[in-house]
């Protein structure tokens, strides 16, 4: 398994790379291509600037005691609430309103007593890295989050580099956000700060450069507005239409695109299961994380057949050992206007439990798919699963896989298991440059062979079995020895990567 480089300074980046390193001895990679891709081509640091708007803090019980003879506020235009229960006011709200205000405190009827807080402009640190694009355009997504660094984003853009090689798509990898919290910003802010990203980016990206998606904290309609700053004023707008990927279908999104990852990670687990000559039917799982990638990939799964025993998001973790009512969890996290977090927190369906027990929770398999990091040695240790699907992105530290593979639960890695999302990617572009719309069953025929007959390759490379099916072609890649599945997975993508570097060269 992975071997840890102690020689260099060890960060998210350089753990990333040990499987590369690994798999790049195995495979005797040449080495300037090894030098081209140890590193990103272009690593991206900027900032953008937007001005806040007002907001109302709510403030303590006793601190609102010194208030109570306030006379109330009725702002002229319905705040907009945010996770933490600040309330961010439109502009004009308390002047065209009927305000009293004290020692910048105001009182909202039942709602309480609030501390205003002047708005006014904001610096936040942005980044895209351009990690290769021998293969094709530079293609990753965008993440709002709080925890973003540039160690991170090269991890990301290196891992969409083998992504995309391993589903052979003619994109190369790619990876950017903004240091920022999304919750805590009103829907205007998040988009004056999305439209001024790409006001400093235009230069650098593209349709057939560098190429945007969703990613945590982003959303088909940042992807509009993405596309709109790009493209206002172009003679030819309409061919940037591929300027990004992840767009609502009605403005040139794929059919198939929101719930691509989650089935391409449901596509996966089916080919196992085939695999161990076991059904899917009565299997059991349990989920971290329940945003785009979780929420379908569980609806799949169970429309499959399968039980989801237990989910956990970033605010709380539910259990049933019946099995959660997947659709009834699904509603009463997107539907429910109530449920400001969009969290599993309190569904009716189950019963809360510490987010750490879950782990520990017996099932068949484990989807992690929240966030990077979270198999842990320890929590490897924890868990009594056969195998672990990866939907996030680099869910598993390596003492954690040492772990896992120690006690011999399979690993589906990530670079295969969510590859969907951007192999739907590729069919929008496709489908933007050609002006045309698939059909949600063109699309998903289309993915499940792309993810189905990968997957079968990374199989046989794992377990030394060169063959030849109707679907794919094994014997190119498989290396003489058995290894690792996400060793095997990234000798995959290296062997694809080489050869652009072996058959065009290097310019000079
Ligand atoms: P999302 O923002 O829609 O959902 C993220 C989920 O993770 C939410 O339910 C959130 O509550 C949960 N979460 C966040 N922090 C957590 C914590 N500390 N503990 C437990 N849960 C936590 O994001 P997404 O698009 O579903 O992406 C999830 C993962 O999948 C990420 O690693 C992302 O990089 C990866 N991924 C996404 C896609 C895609 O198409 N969306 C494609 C490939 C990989």
């Not at 205000?101 to 009182?107: A, I, N, Q, S, T």
């Not at 596509?267 to 349990?286: P, R, V």
């Not at 599993?344 to 929770?361: K, M, N």
């Not at 045309?436 to 030394?464: C, F, G, M």
Request: aromatic content about 8%; charged content about 25%.
């Amino acid at each position: 398994m992975r071997s840890r480089n102690s020689e260099k300074r060890r960060t998210i980046f350089t753990e990333a790379m040990e499987v590369f390193e690994e798999a790049a001895d195995l495979i005797g990679l040449n080495h300037r291509v090894r030098l081209e891709l140890e590193e990103p081509n272009y690593e991206h640091i900027f900032y953008v600037t937007v001005a806040l708007k007002d907001r109302l803090v709510p403030v303590t019980a006793s601190e609102a005691g010194r208030f109570k003879d306030l006379p109330e506020t009725h702002p002229a235009f319905a705040p907009e609430i945010l996770a933490d229960g600040t309330l961010v006011l439109p502009d004009n709200a308390l002047r065209r309103g009927d305000a009293t205000v004290r020692d910048g405190f105001v009182k909202l009827g039942s709602r309480g007593t609030y501390r205003i807080e002047p708005g006014g402009p904001r610096r936040f640190k942005a980044y895209r890295v351009q990690y290769n694009d021998v293969r094709g355009p530079y293609k990753g997504g965008l993440r709002f989050h709080k925890e973003v660094s540039l160690d991170l984003f090269k991890s990301l853009a290196a891992e969409m580099t083998w992504k995309t090689a391993i589903v052979d798509v003619p994109f190369g990898g790619a990876k950017g956000g903004i240091r920022i919290d999304p919750r805590m910003y009103s829907k205007e802010e998040i988009k004056a700060l999305t439209l001024r990203y790409m006001y400093k980016l235009k230069s650098l990206v593209g349709p057939n450069i560098d190429i945007p998606a969703p990613d945590v904290g982003t959303n088909p309609e940042i992807m509009g507005m993405l596309f709109r700053q790009f493209s206002d004023g172009e003679r030819e707008r309409h061919m940037t239409r591929g300027i990004v990927t992840g767009k609502d279908v009605r403005i040139g999104g794929s059919e198939g695109r929101t719930q691509a990852t989650g089935q391409g990670v449901a596509y996966c687990i089916e080919e196992w299961f085939k695999d161990k000559g076991q059904s899917l039917k009565g299997a059991t799982f349990i989920l971290q994380g329940f945003g785009n990638v979780g929420s379908w990939a569980a609806k799949i799964l169970t429309g499959m057949g399968a039980r989801l025993l237990a989910v956990n998001d970033a605010d709380g973790t539910v259990h049933n050992p019946d099995g959660l009512d997947v659709a009834a969890l699904d509603q009463y996290v997107y539907e429910n206007k109530d449920n400001i977090r969009k969290t599993v927190a309190g569904f009716p369906g189950g019963q809360p439990i510490p987010a750490s027990e879950l782990f520990a929770i017996p099932a068949d398999m484990f989807i992690p798919a929240a966030l990077g990091g979270t198999i842990t040695a320890e929590v490897a240790e924890k868990l009594k699963v056969k195998l672990v699907a990866e939907g996030a992105n680099e869910p598993t530290t390596p003492e954690g896989d040492e772990v896992l593979a120690r006690r011999g639960i399979e690993v589906i890695p990530d670079i295969i298991a969510n590859a969907g999302g951007v192999t739907v990617s590729y069919y929008e572009w496709l489908q933007n440059k050609r002006m045309e719309h698939w059909t949600e069953k063109e699309v998903l025929q289309r993915l499940e062979t792309a993810v189905k007959s990968n997957y079968r390759i990374i199989r046989d490379i794992a377990t030394n079995n060169p063959r030849k099916s109707e679907l794919h072609d094994s014997r190119p890649y498989v290396v003489g020895k058995p290894c690792h599945s996400r060793v095997a997975a990234m000798v995959l993508a290296l062997k694809r990567i080489e050869a652009h570097y072996l058959l065009e060269g290097f310019s000079q």
